[in-house]
């Protein structure tokens, strides 16, 4: 069982010289949530880093997983689901959605490439594949950047993934608006701030992923309420800078060989938002804590070029799993 929530000295990565016990007035239940960009297709070594992916998983306890860079074929199976498969507590629930890379780029046309959610839950998925600007680079237009909806024991959870080169920001900008407006349309009035003080009812969004930008940033601004997009403005929290401490690296070469391989700079791209959680009933929707995940080998090796992190919020009517 997860830990009583109204705790933040959780024992599954806080040092003593680093975290004290601070109680908070939650006390009906949390959700664990661990994010984490697996490079299951295209960096080395994932015969062995599948298991370190598993072992990390078994050792956070997470009701819920969001997973980037997995894919399936025809004669694959899914790198998503061979994890779920291998968690040491059975009765896991998993989801995908990807597309084809372009021709040119991938022959084997049954090959899929995207985002996954596992659930201790049951699963609903739909699939949004996400705008890019016209360009001729072939590593922008021609792999799915894609977002993933996952609807499970209430949850309205997402899981995504941005284009990636560092000078693409034109087309995060594209594609932060579109989830945006994916997540209002699934959402409906749900978030909408009940007139006389009212308490709204329920958790609100979830997103999760490998953003490929950094906090400062004009895409992830925007979907923090700092910066007007075409004249828009959302709110999500940023779960890291609610709750995390220190920097937050999620690629850092120096304490990531494969990234080091990769010759990637230092920076902060993956992350966990949470919708906004203003007059929520039993303060659902507040960030209680966020660690770094993924970030050390448990089994010998590290388990992606990425390290994830794992975010509790509290979820006053969490159902039994």
């Given at each position: 069982?997860?830990?009583?929530?109204?705790?933040?000295?959780?024992?599954?990565?806080?040092?003593?010289?680093?975290r004290?016990?601070?109680?908070?007035?939650?006390?009906?239940?949390?959700?664990?949530?661990?994010?984490?960009?697996?490079?299951?297709?295209?960096?080395p070594?994932?015969?062995?880093?599948?298991?370190?992916?598993?072992?990390w998983?078994?050792?956070?306890?997470?009701?819920?997983?969001?997973?980037?860079?997995?894919?399936?074929s025809?004669t694959?199976?899914?790198?998503?689901?061979?994890?779920?498969?291998?968690?040491?507590?059975?009765?896991?629930?998993?989801?995908?959605?990807?597309?084809?890379?372009?021709?040119?780029l991938?022959?084997?046309?049954?090959?899929?490439?995207?985002?996954?959610?596992?659930?201790?839950?049951?699963?609903?998925?739909?699939?949004?594949?996400?705008?890019?600007?016209?360009?001729?680079?072939?590593?922008?237009g021609?792999?799915?950047?894609?977002?993933l909806?996952?609807?499970?024991?209430?949850?309205?959870?997402?899981?995504?993934?941005?284009?990636?080169?560092?000078?693409?920001?034109?087309?995060?900008?594209?594609?932060?608006?579109?989830?945006?407006?994916?997540?209002?349309?699934?959402?409906?009035?749900r978030?909408?701030?009940?007139?006389h003080?009212?308490?709204?009812?329920?958790?609100?969004?979830?997103?999760?992923?490998?953003?490929?930008?950094?906090?400062?940033?004009?895409?992830?601004?925007?979907?923090?309420?700092?910066?007007?997009l075409?004249?828009?403005?959302?709110f999500?929290?940023?779960?890291?800078?609610?709750?995390?401490?220190?920097?937050?690296?999620?690629?850092?070469?120096?304490?990531?060989?494969?990234?080091?391989?990769l010759?990637?700079?230092?920076?902060?791209?993956d992350?966990?938002?949470?919708?906004?959680?203003?007059?929520?009933?039993?303060?659902?929707?507040?960030?209680?804590?966020?660690?770094?995940?993924?970030?050390?080998?448990?089994?010998?090796?590290?388990?992606?070029?990425?390290?994830?992190?794992?975010?509790d919020?509290?979820?006053?009517?969490?159902?039994?799993?």
């Amino acid at each position: 069982m997860p830990p009583d929530p109204g705790r933040r000295d959780h024992g599954w990565g806080a040092t003593p010289n680093r975290r004290v016990a601070t109680v908070f007035p939650v006390t009906d239940g949390r959700l664990r949530i661990a994010q984490l960009n697996a490079g299951s297709l295209l960096e080395p070594g994932w015969g062995q880093r599948r298991h370190e992916i598993v072992s990390w998983i078994d050792h956070l306890a997470p009701d819920v997983v969001c997973l980037q860079e997995i894919w399936e074929s025809d004669t694959d199976p899914n790198t998503a689901g061979w994890i779920c498969e291998h968690l040491a507590d059975g009765g896991w629930a998993w989801a995908f959605g990807g597309g084809p890379f372009h021709e040119r780029l991938s022959p084997d046309r049954s090959r899929r490439f995207g985002s996954a959610v596992l659930s201790r839950w049951p699963i609903e998925h739909e699939l949004h594949l996400l705008p890019v600007a016209d360009d001729r680079d072939p590593f922008v237009g021609w792999i799915p950047w894609e977002l993933l909806h996952a609807r499970t024991a209430g949850l309205d959870v997402f899981s995504t993934h941005l284009v990636a080169p560092p000078t693409g920001g034109r087309h995060r900008l594209l594609q932060v608006l579109a989830i945006d407006d994916h997540v209002r349309a699934t959402r409906g009035e749900r978030d909408a701030v009940p007139a006389h003080g009212a308490k709204r009812i329920g958790m609100p969004p979830i997103i999760c992923g490998d953003f490929n930008a950094e906090p400062d940033s004009d895409e992830i601004r925007f979907l923090t309420s700092l910066h007007v997009l075409e004249g828009r403005t959302t709110f999500y929290q940023d779960a890291w800078r609610v709750a995390g401490d220190g920097p937050g690296r999620t690629q850092d070469w120096r304490t990531n060989p494969i990234a080091a391989d990769l010759n990637v700079h230092r920076k902060r791209i993956d992350y966990v938002f949470v919708g906004d959680p203003f007059q929520r009933l039993g303060s659902a929707g507040r960030v209680l804590d966020a660690q770094p995940a993924f970030h050390e080998p448990r089994t010998g090796v590290l388990a992606s070029d990425h390290s994830g992190l794992v975010v509790d919020i509290a979820w006053p009517d969490r159902p039994s799993a």
